[in-house]
């Protein structure tokens, strides 16, 4: 079977097999939240809709679950595909609706987290992906569109439509988190089948030698009946020279592949690596939160003062230049350095979105809350470096302030204003974050497992080509030995030495066997460490 003009290995088809399963199961289980949510807070135009996605959803679900074992990627393709062509034939209705009842601003969310899920529930395809996001970004664009061609534009959420757009970067990210798990993933699979292959060599080897040797014992055992000459004498010496070649043979067959790979040399390789991908994700922190505030920063200047907008600048200010610290520091990477950096980044982001947030209570128009802290999960998801000690505490203390800022600031009252499925989007944006954050650990410890695997490979290959180079000393001493069997039977005509003849037959085929044998170049066997992507966030 082939796959982009590449055989796909047995164990790749079934891990994709349950990675299609897992993306139906999460796309299934997507489907009934947003069915079994919106049915009691949504007006009864989209109830009959909404009672279809819950019971499809629901029922989906169950059966992925119930067949996880036995996965059938051709169904589970089938579904997710339907499932998001359903929702981008969906929306365009649900936001006419919404925009004919006079809250456009309601019709915003879907496609922001519709751009997030996709890029967690579309299996295998990174052009795929980012097709569908691009689709559903276009259904973001249309809500605003369509409220202009109403006249009804002052509906709309404060900063509309920069800050859907502004969601297409962590579901891009996301994207291609998922797409550099795959990557490791097969890496892994070739890299455990290589090893497979070279640690085969070890017993062919041991079966070499045994016949070596049983075969020579034979030569010696009737040498010893020929009458001396000089033919006789080589022939002993090819055979102590084959004899030598043997003892190599064993010695090196017998020592453990793993022997020069010492534990300080693969600790140091793991926190080289553990040290650049740290920094690697504060220098995407940084940059995706300068990015960010420039965006937010003249939507805060004209719809929430200037002293809002001053907040984001300085925000802002703060992603550069440790942005610009981090990028020079980059050759020598730091673990405590990428942590300090994002943990500072992360403060001043959700101290400027915190602040900001009270600008909408003397603004009398719709806005969507909390994007600031929406966007800083998404961010830490995809950045921070661990899972319990930094990532997951940062993002669930996000939403826990968003929440509770958000009964504080009395938004509940404000449900004119905002969204009738406020709180429950944050939610789902938590959600989001902390799958963002598992894919993102998998991929790291992926990363570490496959370091290690390399080691063993490389101390594989090494012993291998050894094996390899003491096969080729065998060939000079057995080529004398032919021509010297043939002398011996010529100067013995009396003497029987078919049994000669026969063991060096069997030594000349059991070289041919081993000439047959091939290790390759190391540097297609490492293919980790040559991987451009190698670390990458």
């Keep these: 079977m082939a796959a982009g003009g590449r055989t796909v290995d047995p164990v790749e088809r079934e891990l994709n097999a349950h990675e299609a399963q897992a993306s139906a199961t999460a796309t299934a ?31 989906a679900c169950v059966w992925f679950v119930a067949t996880r074992r036995r996965p059938r990627p051709l169904l589970a393709y089938a579904f997710t595909g339907a499932a998001i062509a359903d929702t981008l034939v969906v929306l365009p209705w649900i936001t006419m609706v919404w925009c004919v009842v006079g ?144 003892a190599k043979l064993g010695a090196l067959a017998d020592a453990s592949p793993l022997a020069r790979v010492t534990p300080v040399d693969v600790t140091r390789r793991e926190r080289t690596f553990l040290a650049a991908d740290e920094q690697l994700g504060a220098v995407v922190f940084a940059a995706l939160g300068a990015v960010l505030a420039i965006v937010f920063s003249p939507i805060a200047f004209c719809e929430l003062g200037p002293a809002y907008g001053i907040n984001m600048i300085a925000c802002g200010v703060i992603n550069t230049v440790v942005l610009a610290l981090l990028l020079r520091t980059r050759r020598q990477p730091s673990q405590r350095r990428g942590r300090i950096a994002v943990i500072v980044l992360y403060v001043a982001f959700l101290v400027a979105s915190s602040v900001n947030q009270h600008a909408y209570l003397a603004v009398q128009r719709p806005f969507n809350p909390f994007v600031g802290h929406k966007l800083l999960m998404l961010m830490l998801g995809l950045t921070a470096a661990s899972w319990v000690s930094l990532g997951l505490p940062l993002i669930v203390f996000t939403a826990a302030e968003a929440l509770t800022l958000y009964y504080l600031l009395g938004f509940d009252a404000l449900k004119d204003r905002i969204s009738v499925v406020e709180p429950g989007v944050m939610l789902a944006f938590l959600a989001i974050s902390v799958a963002a954050l598992l894919l993102r650990d998998q991929r790291r410890v992926t990363s570490l497992v496959l370091l290690r695997d390399e080691s063993r490979l490389s101390a594989l290959h090494r012993r291998a080509v050894m094996l390899l180079s003491l096969r080729d000393q065998l060939n000079t001493p057995l080529q004398t030995l032919v021509v010297d069997a043939t002398r011996v039977a010529l100067q013995n005509p009396a003497r029987d030495v078919s049994r000669v003849h026969a063991a060096v037959a069997r030594l000349v085929a059991l070289s041919r066997q081993l000439a047959q044998l091939d290790v390759p170049v190391e540097s297609q066997v490492a293919s980790f460490a040559g991987d451009p992507l190698h670390g990458a966030a």
């Design 29 to 59: 289980l997507l489907l009934f939240l947003w069915g079994a949510v919106s049915v009691f807070v949504v007006p009864s135009q989209f109830r009959a809709i909404d009672i279809t996605h819950t019971v499809v959803g629901a029922v």
């Design 103 to 246: 809250r456009p601003f309601e019709a915003v969310n879907v496609p922001q987290v519709g751009m997030l899920t996709v890029a967690l529930i579309v299996p295998r395809s990174l052009a795929l992906g980012i097709a569908v996001l691009a689709a559903f970004l276009a259904e973001g664009l249309f809500v605003t569109l369509y409220a202009y061609d109403l006249g009804i534009q002052a509906l709309l959420p404060v900063g509309e439509p920069a800050l859907t757009v502004c969601f297409c970067l962590p579901a891009v990210g996301l994207l291609l988190l998922r797409e550099r798990r795959r990557r490791l993933a097969r890496l892994h699979i070739r890299l455990q089948a290589d090893s497979d292959a070279l640690a085969r060599l070890n017993p062919l080897f041991a079966d070499v030698r045994a016949e070596l040797a049983t075969q020579l014992a034979i030569v010696a055992t009737d040498l010893a009946g020929v009458a001396e000459s000089p033919a006789r004498a080589s022939m002993a010496r090819s055979c102590e020279r084959l004899g030598a070649v043997d």
